[in-house]
C-alpha cells in the first residue's frame, strides 16, 4: 500500500524560505513520477514542480526561479525547496505520485496517490 507523508510546512514572512519533505512507504522514489501539488483559499489544486523518473524537473511559471523539486532516492523522499516566497504561495502543499507523467508541470486529474499535505502560510 503507497502511503506519502509531507513534513515541513510553517508560517513564514514574504522573502523567507521552506524545505517541504514527503517520505514515500510502499513504491521507490526513481520509478514513479512525483510531484508537488497545492491548494490555496478558494483556489483549485494547481502542480507546482513535477520530476519525472529519469529526473527531468519541470515547475508551474509562478515557481520557476524560486522552487527547486529533488528527491533522495536513498531515503526514498521527495523535496520542495522553496525560495523567496510570496503571500501568493499560501496553501497546502500536497505530494503525489504516478507511474507514468506527462511532460510540463505536473497535472492534478494525472496523479494516483497522494499524502494528506502540510500547510504553508506566507505572510507579508
Known amino acids: 500500500q503507497v502511503q506519502l507523508v509531507e513534513s515541513g510546512g510553517g508560517s513564514v514572512q514574504a522573502g523567507g524560505s521552506l524545505r517541504l519533505s514527503c517520505a514515500a512507504s510502499?513504491?521507490?522514489?526513481?520509478?514513479?513520477?512525483m510531484g508537488w501539488f497545492r491548494q490555496g483559499p478558494g483556489k483549485e489544486r494547481e502542480g507546482v514542480a513535477g520530476i519525472d523518473k529519469v529526473g527531468r524537473t519541470n515547475y508551474a511559471d509562478s515557481v520557476k526561479g524560486r522552487f527547486t523539486i529533488s528527491q533522495d532516492n536513498a531515503k526514498n523522499t521527495l523535496y520542495l525547496q522553496m525560495n523567496s516566497l510570496k503571500p501568493d504561495d499560501t496553501g497546502m502543499y500536497l505530494c503525489a505520485a504516478v507511474w507514468y507523467c506527462s511532460s510540463g508541470a505536473p497535472r492534478p486529474e494525472e496523479f494516483t496517490y497522494w499524502g494528506q499535505g502540510t500547510q504553508v502560510t506566507v505572510s507579508s
Open positions: 510502499g513504491l521507490t522514489y526513481g520509478r514513479w513520477c
